[in-house]
């Protein structure tokens, strides 16, 4: 099983410049997808998820099309081979 974890720019830099990264085995859920991910690059939790280990709110996360705001939060299923984004919010007024 093998998930493609897509990276903005502003994170770009805490993952070794990497945009992608490929998160191999043992991923059921957006949470176990995400932990694997800290494993690979630490440096990127603490700018998507909270001390609480919450999503940030001006953070996104999509598995595939679907936000997981409104489909399960961090319980999410992850099918083999989807992709995962992280996508800074855009707001405005």
Aim: glycine fraction near 10%; include cysteine.
């Amino acid at each position: 099983m093998s998930v493609m974890v897509y990276l903005p720019a502003f994170l770009q830099p805490y993952a070794n410049g990497r945009s992608r990264i490929v998160l191999e085995g043992g991923v059921a859920t957006v949470d176990d997808a995400l932990q694997a991910l800290w494993r690979a690059a630490p440096g990127v939790r603490d700018r998507v998820v909270d001390e609480l280990g919450h999503v940030r709110q001006h953070v996104n996360v999509f598995v595939e099309d679907e936000s997981i705001r409104f489909t399960g939060g961090l319980t999410t299923t992850v099918p083999d081979r989807c992709a995962i984004s992280i996508v800074p919010a855009v707001s405005g007024g």
